[in-house]
């Protein structure tokens, strides 16, 4: 709230970051009927960025698709390199309750959650979304969501600048 955050940017192996998600939140998808996805990523990636904050970032984002994700659906984390950008790209996409067109601009703001009533039953303050957003954006990337309405599922993507060795102090 009064712009404490620290960023301490390091190389961080993606790879190592994802597993240690997966691990975190994959009693909590099984409990929830779910599916979850995290493909295969290169060992090499490596980004460039606070490896706790992103971990914060990711856990932030499955556990929200985990929370709006009826049983039988699925949660995918992949990412995607982009190397004209000198970027990565995770992207968390689900099968869930979605989010409606109208509501799409308002979710990263603080305390704003798409349906009172059903994140009521579920949980949750309204920042989860807005800290990551800001957390990402302190780490050199940017976040947004894609979704094509109620009930259609959601993707929240960000970016983060890759770790090329001699570029970064």
């Not at 709230?1 to 993606?14: D, L, N, S, T």
């Not at 009826?70 to 970027?87: C, F, I, K, L």
């Not at 302190?138 to 060795?165: I, K, N, Q, W």
Request: glycine residues 12%.
């Amino acid at each position: 709230e009064v712009g404490k955050m620290i960023i301490e940017p390091a190389p961080v192996p993606v790879a190592t970051v994802l597993a240690d998600v997966h691990s975190l939140v994959r009693v909590q998808a099984d409990q929830a009927g779910l599916e979850l996805v995290f493909p295969p990523v290169d060992e090499g990636l490596v980004a460039w960025c606070d490896e706790a904050r992103l971990k914060q970032v990711l856990l932030n984002l499955v556990d929200n698709a985990v929370k709006f994700t009826p049983r039988g659906g699925s949660v995918t984390v992949s990412v995607e390199r982009r190397e004209q950008e000198g970027a990565l790209r995770i992207a968390v996409r689900d099968t869930g309750i979605g989010i409606a067109l109208e509501k799409r601009d308002l979710i990263f703001d603080k305390f704003t959650q798409v349906d009172g009533s059903s994140t009521r039953a579920r949980g949750g303050s309204g920042l989860g979304l807005a800290v990551s957003r800001r957390l990402v954006e302190m780490m050199g990337g940017a976040m947004s969501c894609e979704s094509d309405g109620e009930g259609r599922g959601s993707t929240f993507h960000f970016t983060l600048p890759v770790y090329r060795e001699g570029e970064h102090i």
